[in-house]
């Protein structure tokens, strides 16, 4: 099969027992192996060259089968392995060869003798050791070492390079006769494309020599990698007992079949097509991956080893050309790549043919992203960071995209471009367009660490706040001005921007001027953190004539609207405070076209401020409708939600909130998420579902932690304290009151909603004037700042409650008639609410017939909670009526109500009749616990404290004060006068 090449790359069965066991789809190879060994006719030898690309498992065949020729036909194995390091050593390859562990020593020594009287022979040639006849070593030094290859050179041959001498080529031929009269002889050269010319030339003379002796030469080599002389490609070609056999990189059953060696089964079969891609079919890559797996699940330090591996056994440029296409990604055309390295074309040309015919690239790209990542990670970090900064000019001098660019620069952690920090900007911008927020984060931060000049880095700082808020408003925090800074000038002067003064006669001593801050005002992030006066002040600022702080460019008046929205929201006290005192003046956006999504602005605000604006609810459905969640929409949406919400419309509030917080998912914001699942858990309160509440609300703190929340914590807690103390876990509610709350939060409206929770938690404690303290401070502050809307936070009913159980009903009656001529929508929850009180303050004929009312108007608001109330109400009023069968139908269906929010059914706010009439014996009536309950209970101890000191529930306390009441026909407050 003389100059004849076979392709090897079906799979087959693989022989047991040795290293060729582990070699997979070399069946073929194997086979043409044993062909080649056996004999062809004429010949007694064999000479074969395994080709192919680099990391098809070339030097794995030829030891596995120089090893198992060496056991099966006793053959003697000789092996060398060429480098490219040693490709300029003449006979390097043939001094490893003869020194082989296999020959033996005799043999060994005799072809040494032959160097040796060469160079005795021939003055100046050196002996088996490198040292010269004269004395002197090969470098015509003092006798010394030097590499045995330079032993008994005599002659020069192809292409000047030396070679031994006919007498010593003739000794060396000698020796293996005589070596080959006993047993086979197995030459095994791999890599032999690096191998030194003077060895091919010998091994040639050898085998034309030795042609009918059993001689088997073998080598391998990279078949697309030019040899260091044309041996290889045109002699050896001629010699008839050639065969070369091709190794091709594995399929995926293939690939399959080696991971199931490495692997369970059901692993290799689900990472095949994975692993195909990332190794292209090469065992090297293969097993490395293999490795990577075991150790830790994915690609590793195992794989990243392998690419290296793989890439320096190719000749220059080619490790350089896939550090450039990895680095260039979609730009690597041959032109970028050259401009890029400096290389001429056809360098490059030549180095993509190997990398394509490799099968790592595929149409310019390399054929995995984690193969790309292992090239660039196996750089030397400046080296890498150097061809980063490379990338990003080139980019740029192209006109590549800015997110492409950006991230070159990054990675080059370089600030020399004049051009970065527009780059940055324009990437970032990108990416938050795209919901990539922490790559844009990372754009700004590295745009505001380049920053040249004020306005430049005002801008800077002001889309990086305005991004890092959608993460996490904690991290905002460094970015607020100064306090100081933020004080009122005195001197005008002082905030125009300086300039020399003009030269005079006799110049004076002028005042150091006052340096204009470095820091944006910030004004939304200042309100959301409770530093409201701040805030204002800096939309005063930024609406204010003159030029804006830190050199910042002019403001659009209508970027204002998000401001002034956040600050109508949460402070509508300070809003209408400062507009009535002339300090603020709103600038609305006329032009539908300059900010389409804040149309309505206006109107949601006037609603937040004053809560009649007629309009607000149609306002408030097509902000939710026309726009989806965006950095310009976060405001205007939050208000329409208030709207609905504050208008009694908690269902169609509620479909809104969780569209809202499924686009917050989708658009990568905690901060988005957080705020819509807190308002969904008020909404779930408002619907009768308290557990919902609980959940959310949980959720809701869970995302942001108390900084990130700043004055808006108020929301959340409230909703946890309200859900908890509706589902009788008064001390999860107790723990989630304990956690302190800025000071600024009582100012916002997310404080009312605190302090009616926690006046709810109080009355669930029968603490009742703690609980009339915090509904008072909530009524106050509605009443302040004008916005004392029911359907906001119906401070009256609680208050009212709370009198009721302390026996105060004409108190509680002037509560509830205070809150009825309020606006409240007919057919809300609250006026539901307001109903039962007004039936629970109302003598009994007329109780009934609120309570009807009552329950029709819950039952359609769809407040379940409330609901269960007023029924539970009725069953009472419906009892006194004399109406037992229904009343006991009544009370079993406030009970199932009470079911579905996963709780006991709610107290009656009007008292129960005694069971049986007369006047009751304190001592006969009352057990020894319910004693003892009753005596802390009149010593003005609360539910909590009693169930501290009798090591019991608070759900016990209260079901013995509840029996108390009954069996004594007293309220709480009568308890010291009913015991004695």
């Given at each position: 099969?003389?100059?004849?090449?076979?392709?090897?790359?079906?799979?087959?069965?693989?022989?047991?027992?040795?290293?060729?066991?582990?070699?997979?789809?070399?069946?073929?190879?194997?086979?043409?192996?044993?062909?080649?060994?056996?004999g062809?006719?004429?010949?007694?030898?064999?000479?074969?060259?395994?080709?192919?690309?680099?990391?098809?498992?070339k030097?794995?065949?030829?030891?596995?089968?120089?090893?198992?020729?060496?056991?099966?036909?006793?053959?003697?194995?000789?092996?060398?392995?060429?480098?490219?390091?040693?490709?300029?050593?003449?006979?390097?390859?043939?001094?490893?060869?003869?020194?082989?562990?296999?020959?033996?020593?005799?043999?060994?020594?005799?072809?040494?003798?032959?160097?040796?009287?060469?160079?005795?022979?021939?003055?100046?040639?050196?002996?088996?050791?490198?040292?010269?006849?004269?004395?002197?070593?090969?470098?015509?030094?003092?006798?010394?070492?030097?590499g045995?290859?330079?032993?008994?050179?005599g002659?020069?041959?192809?292409?000047?390079?030396?070679?031994?001498?006919?007498s010593?080529?003739?000794?060396?031929?000698?020796?293996?006769?005589?070596?080959?009269?006993?047993?086979?002889?197995?030459?095994?050269?791999?890599?032999?494309?690096?191998?030194?010319?003077?060895?091919?030339?010998?091994l040639?003379?050898?085998?034309?020599?030795?042609?009918?002796?059993?001689?088997?030469?073998?080598?391998t080599?990279?078949?697309?990698?030019?040899?260091?002389?044309?041996?290889?490609?045109?002699?050896?070609?001629?010699?008839?007992?050639?065969?070369?056999?091709?190794?091709?990189?594995?399929?995926?059953?293939?690939?399959?079949?080696?991971?199931?060696?490495?692997?369970?089964?059901?692993?290799?079969?689900?990472?095949?097509?994975?692993?195909?891609?990332?190794?292209?079919?090469?065992?090297?890559?293969?097993?490395?991956?293999?490795?990577?797996?075991?150790?830790?699940?994915?690609?590793?330090?195992?794989?990243?080893?392998?690419?290296?591996?793989?890439?320096?056994?190719?000749?220059?440029?080619?490790?350089?050309v896939?550090?450039?296409?990895?680095?260039?990604?979609?730009?690597?055309?041959?032109?970028?790549?050259?401009?890029?390295?400096?290389?001429?074309?056809?360098?490059?040309?030549?180095?993509?043919?190997?990398?394509?015919?490799?099968?790592?690239?595929?149409?310019?790209?390399?054929?995995?992203?984690?193969?790309?990542?292992?090239?660039?990670?196996?750089?030397p970090?400046e080296?890498?960071?150097?061809?980063?900064?490379?990338?990003?000019?080139?980019?740029?001098?192209?006109?590549?995209?800015?997110?492409?660019?950006?991230?070159?620069?990054?990675?080059?952690?370089?600030?020399?471009?004049?051009?970065?920090?527009?780059?940055?900007?324009?990437?970032?911008?990108?990416?938050?367009?795209?919901?990539?927020?922490?790559?844009?984060?990372?754009?700004?931060?590295?745009?505001?660490?380049r920053?040249?000049?004020?306005?430049?880095?005002?801008?800077?700082?002001?889309?990086?706040?305005?991004?890092?808020?959608?993460?996490?408003?904690?991290?905002?925090?460094?970015?607020?001005?100064?306090?100081?800074?933020?004080?009122?000038?005195?001197?005008?002067?002082?905030?125009?921007?300086?300039?020399?003064?003009?030269?005079?006669?006799?110049?004076?001593?002028?005042?150091?001027?006052?340096?204009?801050?470095?820091?944006?005002?910030?004004?939304?992030?200042?309100?959301?953190?409770?530093?409201?006066?701040?805030?204002?002040?800096?939309i005063?600022?930024?609406?204010?004539?003159?030029?804006?702080?830190?050199?910042?460019?002019?403001?659009?008046?209508?970027?204002?609207?998000?401001?002034?929205?956040?600050?109508a929201?949460?402070?509508?006290?300070?809003?209408?405070?400062?507009?009535?005192?002339?300090?603020?003046?709103?600038?609305?956006?006329?032009?539908?076209?300059?900010?389409?999504?804040?149309?309505?602005?206006?109107?949601?605000?006037?609603?937040?401020?004053?809560?009649?604006?007629?309009?607000?609810?149609?306002?408030?459905?097509?902000?939710?409708?026309?726009y989806?969640?965006?950095?310009?929409?976060?405001?205007?949406?939050?208000?329409?939600?208030?709207?609905?919400?504050?208008?009694?419309?908690?269902?169609?509030?509620?479909?809104w909130?969780?569209?809202?917080?499924?686009?917050?998912?989708?658009?990568?914001?905690?901060t988005?998420?957080?705020?819509?699942?807190?308002?969904?858990?008020l909404?779930?309160?408002?619907?009768?579902?308290?557990?919902?509440?609980?959940?959310?609300?949980?959720t809701?703190?869970?995302?942001?932690?108390?900084?990130?929340?700043?004055?808006?914590?108020?929301?959340p807690?409230?909703?946890?304290?309200?859900?908890?103390?509706?589902?009788?876990?008064?001390?999860?509610?107790?723990?989630?009151?304990?956690?302190?709350?800025?000071?600024?939060?009582?100012?916002?409206?997310?404080?009312?909603?605190?302090?009616?929770?926690?006046?709810?938690?109080?009355?669930?404690?029968?603490?009742?004037?703690?609980?009339?303290?915090?509904?008072?401070?909530?009524?106050?502050?509605?009443?302040?700042?004008?916005?004392?809307?029911?359907?906001?936070?119906?401070?009256?009913?609680?208050?009212?409650?709370?009198?009721?159980?302390?026996?105060?009903?004409?108190?509680?009656?002037?509560?509830?008639?205070?809150?009825?001529?309020?606006?409240?929508?007919?057919?809300?929850?609250?006026?539901?609410?307001?109903?039962?009180?007004?039936?629970?303050?109302?003598?009994?004929?007329?109780?009934?017939e609120?309570?009807?009312?009552?329950?029709?108007?819950?039952?359609?608001?769809?407040?379940?909670?409330?609901?269960?109330?007023?029924?539970?109400?009725?069953?009472?009023?419906?009892?006194?009526?004399?109406?037992?069968?229904?009343?006991?139908?009544?009370?079993?269906?406030?009970?199932?109500?009470?079911?579905?929010?996963?709780?006991?059914?709610?107290?009656?706010?009007?008292?129960?009749?005694?069971?049986?009439p007369g006047p009751?014996?304190?001592?006969?009536?009352?057990?020894?616990?319910?004693?003892?309950?009753?005596?802390?209970?009149?010593?003005?101890?609360?539910?909590?404290?009693?169930?501290?000191?009798?090591?019991?529930?608070?759900?016990?306390?209260?079901?013995?004060?509840?029996?108390?009441?009954?069996?004594?026909?007293?309220?709480?407050?009568?308890?010291?006068?009913?015991?004695?």
């Amino acid at each position: 099969m003389s100059g004849v090449e076979r392709g090897v790359g079906s799979a087959g069965p693989v022989e047991q027992g040795d290293g060729l066991a582990g070699l997979v789809e070399r069946a073929e190879a194997l086979a043409a192996l044993r062909g080649a060994f056996d004999g062809s006719p004429g010949t007694g030898g064999s000479l074969v060259v395994l080709s192919g690309a680099v990391g098809t498992g070339k030097t794995a065949l030829l030891r596995a089968w120089a090893d198992r020729i060496g056991a099966d036909a006793d053959a003697l194995v000789l092996t060398a392995t060429a480098c490219r390091a040693e490709r300029d050593l003449p006979l390097g390859v043939l001094e490893q060869l003869v020194r082989s562990p296999g020959l033996p020593p005799a043999s060994a020594e005799r072809a040494l003798a032959w160097w040796d009287e060469e160079a005795s022979a021939t003055p100046g040639k050196t002996d088996a050791n490198g040292t010269s006849a004269n004395g002197t070593d090969a470098n015509g030094t003092g006798a010394g070492q030097t590499g045995a290859g330079q032993a008994g050179v005599g002659q020069t041959g192809v292409g000047g390079e030396p070679v031994l001498a006919a007498s010593a080529l003739r000794g060396l031929c000698e020796v293996l006769r005589d070596l080959l009269a006993e047993r086979p002889v197995v030459v095994a050269v791999d890599d032999a494309h690096h191998a030194d010319a003077a060895s091919l030339q010998c091994l040639l003379s050898v085998v034309r020599r030795l042609r009918s002796a059993r001689l088997h030469v073998l080598f391998t080599e990279y078949a697309h990698q030019k040899a260091q002389n044309a041996l290889l490609s045109s002699e050896f070609l001629h010699e008839p007992a050639l065969r070369r056999i091709r190794l091709e990189p594995l399929s995926k059953a293939g690939v399959e079949a080696l991971l199931a060696r490495h692997l369970d089964e059901r692993t290799a079969q689900d990472l095949t097509p994975v692993v195909h891609g990332m190794s292209a079919g090469h065992p090297l890559l293969v097993r490395a991956l293999a490795e990577d797996h075991r150790a830790a699940g994915g690609a590793g330090e195992a794989y990243g080893r392998a690419v290296l591996s793989f890439l320096y056994r190719h000749e220059t440029p080619v490790t350089q050309v896939a550090r450039a296409i990895a680095a260039l990604g979609a730009h690597a055309g041959p032109g970028q790549v050259g401009r890029l390295l400096d290389v001429d074309a056809a360098s490059v040309e030549r180095a993509v043919r190997q990398l394509t015919v490799a099968e790592v690239l595929h149409e310019g790209r390399l054929c995995h992203p984690a193969f790309a990542a292992a090239v660039l990670d196996g750089m030397p970090p400046e080296e890498r960071r150097a061809l980063h900064g490379r990338v990003a000019d080139l980019l740029h001098e192209e006109g590549a995209p800015a997110t492409e660019v950006a991230a070159h620069l990054v990675a080059a952690d370089r600030s020399d471009a004049p051009w970065a920090v527009p780059v940055f900007q324009e990437a970032a911008q990108l990416a938050l367009d795209e919901d990539q927020v922490e790559t844009g984060v990372d754009y700004l931060r590295a745009a505001h660490q380049r920053c040249r000049g004020a306005a430049q880095r005002a801008a800077v700082v002001g889309a990086l706040a305005d991004a890092e808020w959608r993460l996490d408003p904690a991290k905002v925090l460094r970015h607020l001005p100064d306090p100081a800074a933020m004080a009122p000038q005195t001197d005008p002067a002082a905030l125009a921007p300086h300039t020399d003064p003009a030269p005079t006669a006799a110049p004076t001593a002028a005042p150091t001027p006052t340096p204009i801050p470095t820091t944006p005002p910030l004004p939304t992030h200042l309100l959301w953190h409770g530093r409201v006066e701040e805030g204002l002040d800096a939309i005063g600022t930024l609406t204010g004539p003159g030029p804006n702080p830190a050199g910042a460019p002019p403001m659009n008046p209508a970027d204002l609207d998000t401001p002034w929205l956040w600050g109508a929201y949460l402070y509508p006290g300070h809003v209408k405070e400062r507009l009535g005192s002339g300090a603020l003046s709103p600038q609305r956006s006329t032009p539908p076209a300059v900010t389409p999504e804040l149309q309505g602005a206006g109107t949601l605000m006037n609603d937040l401020l004053h809560g009649g604006e007629r309009d607000a609810t149609e306002a408030a459905e097509r902000a939710l409708n026309r726009y989806r969640l965006g950095p310009r929409t976060i405001a205007v949406q939050t208000a329409a939600l208030a709207a609905l919400t504050y208008r009694d419309r908690p269902h169609r509030a509620a479909a809104w909130c969780d569209g809202l917080v499924a686009q917050a998912d989708e658009r990568n914001s905690p901060t988005w998420r957080a705020l819509f699942t807190a308002w969904r858990a008020l909404l779930h309160l408002r619907q009768g579902d308290p557990a919902a509440a609980e959940q959310r609300a949980e959720t809701a703190l869970a995302l942001l932690g108390s900084k990130g929340w700043g004055a808006a914590i108020g929301l959340p807690l409230a909703a946890a304290v309200q859900a908890k103390a509706a589902l009788g876990d008064v001390d999860g509610a107790a723990a989630l009151l304990e956690r302190p709350v800025p000071q600024a939060v009582f100012q916002t409206r997310t404080g009312l909603h605190y302090l009616a929770a926690r006046g709810r938690y109080h009355l669930a404690t029968g603490c009742h004037y703690a609980a009339l303290c915090d509904f008072y401070a909530c009524g106050t502050r509605m009443s302040s700042w004008g916005v004392d809307l029911p359907a906001l936070e119906p401070w009256r009913l609680g208050a009212a409650e709370a009198y009721l159980a302390l026996g105060e009903g004409l108190l509680a009656r002037q509560l509830v008639d205070g809150q009825l001529p309020l606006p409240t929508p007919d057919d809300g929850r609250t006026w539901g609410m307001t109903l039962r009180l007004r039936a629970a303050t109302s003598p009994a004929p007329a109780r009934a017939e609120l309570l009807d009312e009552a329950v029709a108007v819950l039952r359609e608001s769809g407040d379940t909670f409330e609901l269960a109330r007023a029924v539970a109400d009725q069953a009472v009023a419906v009892r006194e009526g004399g109406e037992a069968e229904r009343a006991r139908l009544l009370a079993r269906k406030a009970e199932l109500l009470a079911r579905r929010w996963g709780s006991a059914p709610a107290p009656a706010t009007v008292p129960e009749p005694p069971e049986r009439p007369g006047p009751a014996t304190p001592d006969a009536e009352l057990t020894s616990a319910e004693r003892r309950v009753a005596e802390l209970a009149a010593e003005g101890f609360t539910n909590r404290e009693i169930s501290r000191k009798l090591c019991v529930t608070v759900s016990t306390v209260e079901q013995h004060l509840t029996r108390i009441y009954r069996k004594l026909d007293v309220r709480r407050l009568d308890l010291q006068a009913a015991l004695g």
